[in-house]
């Protein structure tokens, strides 16, 4: 969906459909400059890394594995829990490849940080991330994100796979909702 089916629900919109494809182009050709002649399995994590991971993906030229993950953090709320599930395991082993872990977004940090320890514990020979949008308490932990769409206010968003209770996944811009909301 677009903003203009977004009816009174979108307060405003922060990034542009072709912001984000243009943004995803530079980080594609940087992961690929990177990563000449190694062999480099994505891993997704679901469910909000859907958009970006479908358009990275897309946009790079050669054959790359793709792998998910699925965790558990924030519910269905806005907050984060600080407790990470792990929902979905990936389907293979990761041991002396290079895992790029593709985000949606890096908030406090606590979901990425948790997820790199977890992954670097299985061996692998590296393991990086490539976020689409990263917020200002992410600064805070130290945690190295190595390829960075955008650094965004401290509001919560929706759109492009990231989810309200679960809505607004397939809007195709980022955005902030309106009050109305989250109050009704
Ligand atoms: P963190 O652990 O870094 O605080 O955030 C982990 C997860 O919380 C993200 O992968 C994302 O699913 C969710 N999250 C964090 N900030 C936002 C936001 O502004 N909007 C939405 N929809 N989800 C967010
Ligand atoms: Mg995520
Ligand atoms: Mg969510």
Not at 50 to 77: F, P
Not at 135 to 145: E, G, I, R, Y
Not at 172 to 178: E, P, S
Request: glycine share 8%; hydrophobic share 40%.
């Amino acid at each position: 969906m677009d903003a203009s089916d977004m009816g009174t629900d979108l307060e405003k919109v922060l990034l542009t459909e072709e912001q984000i494809q243009n943004r995803l182009n530079e980080l594609a050709e940087q992961i690929e400059t990177d990563y000449a002649g190694q062999d480099v399995l994505l891993v997704g994590v679901l469910k909000g890394a859907i958009m970006v991971m479908a358009d990275l993906s897309r946009t790079l030229h050669r054959s790359y594995e793709t792998d998910w993950m699925a965790v558990s953090s924030y519910g269905s709320g806005t907050k984060s829990s600080g407790v990470v599930r792990i929902l979905k395991d990936l389907d293979r082993d990761i041991s002396g490849r290079h895992v790029l872990i593709v985000e949606d977004i890096v908030d406090s940090g606590l979901t990425l940080s948790w997820l790199i320890a977890n992954l670097s514990s299985r061996g692998p020979a590296s393991v990086e991330v490539c976020t689409l949008l990263r917020k200002p308490d992410a600064m805070k932990v130290d945690l190295k994100v190595r390829y960075v769409g955008f650094d965004i206010p401290n509001e919560f968003v929706v759109g492009y796979g990231l989810d309200y209770a679960e809505q607004y996944r397939n809007l195709r811009v980022v955005g902030t909702l309106a009050e109305h909301v989250y109050s009704s």
